[in-house]
Structures are given as C-alpha cells and as structure tokens.
C-alpha cells in the first residue's frame, strides 16, 4: 500500500535497513541507541531493522560499552563475511581483478599484463573471465555469494536496456563494445550475476570520495593520470560523481598529435605514453622492452639522480614542461567548477609522487582566476594503485546498500542502477 508521497511499507523498510547498514559501515561499531540520532529512526524502528538484520546475517555483535549507570550496550557491525564484491581495473598496464569482503578487505587478487594485444577486446573479455574466476577459487567463496562484479574501464560508458554497458574508447580503438553483454555470454558466472560497469576515473573518484582524500567534501577533482588521463567531477548537482574527458581538452591549437586523433590534446603532452615519447624525441633512452611503469621509473631517475648524479636535461625539461601543462589544465577544472579539492590518482600520478606537486600546484594558480584558486587544495590521492578496483567493487555495494542489504531481483539484462542513490548520498559526512 502507498503512502501520499508514493513511498510503500516495502520502500519505507528498505530506506530504514539502507540508513542502519550505512551508519554501521562508515561510523560502526556503534549500540543501538547511538544508530536513533545517527539514522534520525526511533528506538523501536532501529530496534526492528537491527533485529531484522541481524537474522539476515548481515549485522553482528562487535563488543559492549558502558553506559552511564546503566547495564552495558551491545555494539553492532556489519558483518564482513555476509557479502562480497569483485572489482576490476581495466588498465593501460595490466587487468587488476581483486576480491573484498563486505568490509572491502581484500581477499584474493591476481593481475593479467597488458603488452602487444593491449585492449583487443577479446584478450581483455578473456582476462576478465579467467581473473574472476582465479579469485574466487583462491579464497574459496562460491560465485552464487557475490553481490556483483564492478569494473572500471577506459572511455566513455553507455547503459543501455537492450545491450546493458557499452563503453566507447576512442583511445583505445573500441568503438561501442556492448562489454557486458560479452561478458554474460562468456562468464562462468551464474545467468544472474549482476555487473557494474563504468570509467575508470570514476570509479577512482567513487573510491577517493568514500574513503580517500574526498571525504567530506562536496565540490571535487580527482585526476586519473596513468599512460592516458581522465577526471571524476563530484558537485552538489553531481554527487554520485561524474566522468569527464579531461585528457582531451585542448591544450595547444594545431598541437601534437593525440591517441584520440585530435590536435593538441591535454592526453598528448601529460599522459605517460606521450611523456615518455617526447623523451624519446629529445633523445631519452628508456630501458628496452620495458613497460611504461618501469620506463617512467628510469625517466624520473634520469631527470632526479641521487645526490652527485647528472641530470638528464631532456627528462627535467620534459617533466618540467608536463607539470606546465598539467596546471594549466587544472586551472580550467578550477575556473569551470571551483572544487575545494583536487586529488591526483593512477600510477603515474603516484609515481611522479609529492616532489612533482609544487611546480603543478605553482602553475595552477598561474593560470587559474585568483578566487577559485585560492579556495582549492591539490594533493595526490591517499588510496594507492588500488584505488580503481576498490571504487569499482564500490558500485555492487552500493546497490546492495540500495536495496536495504537485500540481493536484486535479476533481470535479463542485470540488476537497474538503484546503487545511484546511495551514491548521491556519499554516505561519509
């Protein structure tokens, strides 16, 4: 039966389970009578929804406290073995699939490099499948207990009812690959199994937001920069966050040539890909047959030596030219949507580390209006090389906290997006 404003008893239930799940998982373990002023429920509704949960097997007892004067209370958490999600990072180096508990602890995890086929898509269907199916057997958890499989991937990412996720990666060379249906028609997944599907910095900013360097925050940047580069915007009007093809605003008109096709593209002078290339053209020797993580490692080594080294010129004044290029195309998210963050993410911005930081925050603020630029902090990320995976095992959780902690009911084309609530929510305060 609905209510005036259209919300059921089932709807009212599932809100009040969802509220009590997100308040254990972020602030838990915390009694019962900490979850009336954390959720805004009465004590007979928090009492019921725990109740109900914890004959769900969702929700244990972690300990007591004190009370004052009174007899010590019970606290409660989610429990970490009720549930478990796959996420995936469909890289420019490698396939990173990993397995987490509900507590998104890491479980198992195994990697597929990416070298001459690259992003052939049957190569990267076949790593997906293989990759899942190797964590899973590695920890022993049978493929009927997943909430679902989050992946993140390059491009831009199309939901449709009739193909589910197709992902167009100019870059890359796939133009409209319906990777989710190749996926169900080739996984050892059951006919069920729900897949979340969705860019890459997305996914990065998703982790980052919950559990990174944007907790708290309601305006923010966070920058992939691996062998390409992307954004996650996050704003009040786009609170689940959202993609954006940063890589490919134009830096310099009738500029180099980028992966995309365009002239001038950020992607072609601050990506690692074309970073190392220029090297090259100035005469840079990166070690032989090596992949770009180990390239820009002896690039970075080049341009730093220890103390009493030389100096590489090409590779200082390359880098130097990067983190000029870099700033500026910060000073265009600053101008465009004044976050109070931006955070710096993927393993190439990781590599180039802390010490590349203060010549790209210097020109930033050169090329930025003084007020927005003032009011932003740019930092690297707090959550490492796994921060894509995390963000995408993110996605089947917060459908599962959607839904009140209750598996979707299947549909042909896999469970619809109930998960952008939660994410509207961010659920840390």
Request: net charge negative; glycine share 14%.
């Amino acid at each position: 039966m609905a209510g005036r404003n259209g919300r059921t008893v089932r709807d009212l239930r599932r809100a009040n389970r969802t509220a009590v799940l997100q308040r254990l998982y972020f602030d838990g373990p915390l009694s019962r009578f900490e979850l009336g002023p954390a959720t805004g429920l009465s004590s007979g509704s928090v009492s019921n929804v725990v109740a109900d949960l914890v004959a769900d097997g969702l929700v244990e007892e972690a300990g007591s406290v004190d009370s004052d004067g009174g007899r010590p209370r019970t606290l409660l958490r989610v429990a970490p073995g009720s549930g478990h999600m796959i996420g995936v990072d469909v890289g420019e180096t490698r396939v990173r699939v990993e397995l987490f508990d509900l507590t998104l602890t890491e479980l198992a995890r195994t990697e597929r490099p990416l070298e001459q086929q690259r992003y052939d898509v049957e190569v990267i269907v076949g790593h997906l499948r293989d990759g899942v199916a190797e964590v899973l057997a590695a920890a022993d958890v049978a493929p009927e207990r997943l909430l679902g499989v989050g992946i993140g991937v390059p491009g831009i990412v199309e939901h449709r009812p009739d193909r589910g996720a197709v992902v167009h990666g100019q870059t890359i060379g796939w133009d409209a690959v319906p990777l989710e249906a190749l996926l169900r028609a080739t996984s050892r997944l059951p006919e069920t199994a729900a897949y979340f599907i969705d860019n890459g910095a997305k996914t990065l900013g998703q982790a980052e937001m919950w559990f990174g360097g944007g907790r708290g925050a309601r305006n923010a940047v966070v920058v992939l920069f691996g062998s390409g580069v992307g954004a996650c915007l996050v704003t009040p009007e786009v609170e689940h966050g959202r993609a954006v093809e940063w890589g490919h605003l134009t830096v310099r008109v009738r500029g180099r040539r980028c992966r995309c096709g365009a002239l001038g593209c950020l992607e072609a002078y601050a990506g690692a890909e074309s970073l190392l290339e220029r090297w090259r053209e100035e005469g840079g020797r990166p070690p032989e047959g090596t992949d770009e993580e180990t390239a820009l490692t002896a690039m970075l080594a080049a341009a730093y030596p220890p103390e009493g080294g030389t100096a590489d010129p090409a590779a200082l004044a390359v880098l130097e030219e990067t983190a000029e290029y870099l700033g500026a195309g910060l000073s265009d998210l600053i101008n465009l949507f004044q976050p109070e963050r931006i955070l710096i993410g993927g393993w190439a911005g990781l590599q180039l580390g802390a010490g590349f930081l203060p010549a790209v925050r210097r020109h930033a603020a050169a090329y930025a209006l003084r007020h927005p630029a003032e009011k932003v902090t740019i930092e690297l990320g707090r959550l490492g090389p796994d921060a894509v995976t995390v963000g995408a095992a993110i996605l089947p959780l917060a459908d599962f906290f959607a839904r009140g902690g209750r598996r979707p009911e299947p549909t042909p084309q896999g469970p619809p997006p109930a998960w952008r609530a939660v994410l509207r929510e961010r659920a840390p305060h």
